[in-house]
């Protein structure tokens, strides 16, 4: 009697030490924190191939002077982001500040007083939003985009409909010419108030018990309260120092561009809030940084850079940089929620306008 060859149960996976998990999850974490700085390394190789220009020293140095705007503009926003908020006003903070020093210095101001008055009227937008969101509590996505119309239409009334105010070479004091096309040890002015602007932040956000207790009123406010921290207070300095940086920038392109046009700040709202949420997926919290902030930045202003000098129409532009922007932040996220990694970038971003929501109607938060 023959009896049947029994099949052997297939062995059950030997389970994970905790050690290997571990490893298995500083893995995938790694790989989602070089998604931007890989993004970055392709654009590079990709049009150095393209194009013989793109890799040459005085290409980059040119595109550092391009991004030096966009570099201000996103730093401003890096801090409100830091403390769990958002302006889209920012423009207008910057379309203020060079209307504004434009304005004087064609009235015949000294430099410093057109760069006093820039700040002063970009600091302005700040302080209502400021007001809107600490005092009156409304979410700052609606309170920012709603200075963004008021600021739109301040331009046109005080320009007549948006007439541009131009500088003609003699007007300007050289003072206030090299704010943005001066040049120190053959360095662009513009590229130095970028990179200056970045180490104050950074050492702020990095190094500062304000940073500190900014990052967390944004991340942790509920811990905040209890901590005694007056969130009201951190997240009002946010905007004010957001609109002064991005009135600053406004300025520099004033002094670069010897004049003001009206609604010229609009363009960098979009690429500024990319650059931001770009550096964020280098962080292992989604945490927003001066450093990653600045990736983002030179990811855009390389990109235009090596789209232009290998002739693709300007209307396929934008579609080659949303398409980069989505590839960065999908990747990020899918690499991270691969191994149960903290949600990066975007999701960080509704982590924080989910948070807004209670805050808003809570009682008694104003004073916290």
């Known amino acids: 009697m023959s009896t049947a060859p029994t099949l052997a149960a297939p062995a059950a996976p030997a389970p994970e030490s905790p050690t290997a998990k571990s490893a298995k999850k500083r893995g995938s974490f790694q790989a989602s924190r070089l998604v931007a700085p890989g993004t970055l390394a392709l654009i590079l190789i990709v049009f150095s191939v393209l194009s013989p220009v793109f890799f040459t020293a005085g290409n980059l140095v040119g595109i550092l002077g391009q991004v030096a705007l966009l570099a201000l503009v996103a730093l401003g926003l890096t801090l409100v982001v830091r403390a769990g908020g958002i302006d889209l006003s920012i423009g207008v903070a910057l379309d203020l500040g060079a209307l504004a020093s434009a304005w ?3 009235d015949g101001y000294r430099a410093w007083v057109a760069v006093a008055g820039g700040l002063l009227f970009a ?19 609606l309170a920012t985009l709603s200075v963004w119309f008021v600021g739109t239409s301040v331009q046109q009334l005080l320009t007549s409909g948006g ?4 500088l003609s070479a003699p007007l300007v004091p050289d003072g ?35 940073g500190r207790t900014l ?3 944004g991340e942790q406010p509920s811990a ?28 520099v392109l004033a002094a670069r561009s010897n004049g003001y046009v009206p609604g010229s700040g609009q363009a960098y709202l979009m690429d500024a809030i990319g650059a931001v949420f770009i550096g964020a997926t280098i962080s292992r919290y989604g945490r927003v940084s001066v450093g990653g902030t600045l990736i983002g930045v030179v990811i855009f202003g390389l990109l235009d850079n090596g789209l232009n000098l290998i002739g693709l129409s300007f209307f396929w532009q934008d579609l080659a940089r949303g398409l980069v922007l989505l590839a960065i932040l999908l990747a990020a996220v899918v690499l991270g929620r691969a191994k149960g990694q903290p949600a990066t970038g975007i ?20 004073n916290s």
């Open 104 to 106: 004087l210095i064609h």
């Open 123 to 141: 600091l302005a937008v700040g302080l209502v939003n400021a007001l809107l969101i600490v005092l009156l509590r409304i979410p700052a996505f």
């Open 163 to 166: 007439a541009p105010i131009y």
């Open 176 to 210: 206030f010419a090299v704010i943005g096309r001066g040049y120190f040890l053959d360095i662009d002015a513009a590229i130095i108030n970028a990179a200056s602007i970045a180490v104050v932040v950074a050492l702020l956000l990095g190094i500062t018990r304000y």
């Open 215 to 217: 990052t967390m009123a």
């Open 224 to 251: 905040a309260k209890i901590s005694g921290l007056r969130i009201t207070t951190l997240i009002a300095s946010a905007y004010l120092l957001c609109a002064v940086i991005a009135g600053f920038a406004g300025v």
């Open 347 to 366: 999701f960080a971003l509704l982590r924080t306008a989910k948070r807004q929501a209670p805050t808003t109607t809570a009682k008694g938060s104003s």
